[in-house]
């Protein structure tokens, strides 16, 4: 389903500040699968995901998406297909249009159309989409997205992100600014969400129990390469403790040993 063959990046090559920060990295992952990925800061997490987004180009290798090169594909061509929601809640929506324009946006983003969300019937779906976050939002369609909190914006840029299904969808530390309670719903949202939409997703995070909890699969990373990769049982069977205890120094930072 997602398929990336030797893909590699260099920041400021060439210089004194020259930095591997990718690669080379393969992995591939099928299609429904729900996979954590882990690391250190400086990793390389958010950096591949830049790769896998568009953020940039690789320089060598090659990335497919449900058998398409995507490679040199643009960013904003990326995003029909590849749903991403960043770490700052206030970076997925347009704080000075209302809860249903962003919506609107968002669905003409994926499908391309200029005319849906003015008419009733879409108005009624945006209400039955808002009213499953169970937030409220359903009755506050024509409020400024900019009064919303960091959590209900969130909340909203995940349904943003999946009112078209993505072929993947990027979770960048997406819960890491919102306070610990309004994190643990956000998230619950999301697991419901990726597991009836049967999505492909790929969710980085600093907190190693839930990296292990959740999802189907765990990766981390370290310089820019995948050292680990557990499924399964063998994952099943990894506690955070044996984690840390096998790779205390590629995860020592104060977040994650906090989390």
């Known amino acids: 389903m997602l ?10 090559p060439g210089t004194v500040n020259e930095k591997r920060a990718l690669g080379p990295l393969s992995l591939e992952l099928e299609e429904g699968e729900f996979v954590t990925v882990i690391g250190g800061n400086g990793a390389g997490k958010s950096t591949l995901f830049n790769a896998i987004g568009g953020s940039f180009l690789v320089e060598e290798g090659q990335i497919l998406l449900d058998g398409k090169d ?13 749903g991403r929601i960043l770490q700052d809640p ?4 347009a704080p000075h249009m209302t809860i249903s324009e962003n919506l609107t946006l968002a669905y003409m983003q994926c499908k391309r159309s200029h005319g849906f969300g003015s008419g009733k019937k879409e108005r009624e779906e945006f209400r039955e989409k808002l009213a499953t976050l169970g937030l409220g939002l359903e009755d506050r369609m024509e409020s400024p997205v900019g009064l919303l909190s960091g959590g209900q914006r969130q909340a909203l840029t995940l349904l943003m992100a999946v009112l078209v299904p993505p072929k993947l969808l990027l979770l960048d530390e997406h819960t890491a600014a919102l306070d610990p309670a309004t994190a643990e719903k956000v998230l619950a949202l999301t ?3 990726v597991r009836e939409q049967k999505l492909t997703c790929m969710m980085i ?3 190693i129990e839930s990296a292990l909890r959740l999802g189907d699969r765990t990766l981390m990373l370290e310089d820019g390469h995948i050292v680990l990769d557990i499924a ?11 984690l840390l205890a096998k790779f205390r120094k590629s995860l020592d930072n104060d977040r994650m040993l906090l989390s």
């Open 70 to 82: 995507i490679t040199y594909l643009p960013a904003y061509r990326r995003s029909r297909e590849i």
């Open 90 to 93: 206030m970076m997925g929506t």
């Open 3 to 12: 398929v990336l063959n030797e893909v590699s990046k260099t920041f400021y």
């Open 232 to 242: 399964g049982e063998e994952r099943a069977a990894m506690t955070v403790e044996t």
């Open 191 to 193: 697991c419901e969400t």
């Open 205 to 207: 995070t600093h907190h």
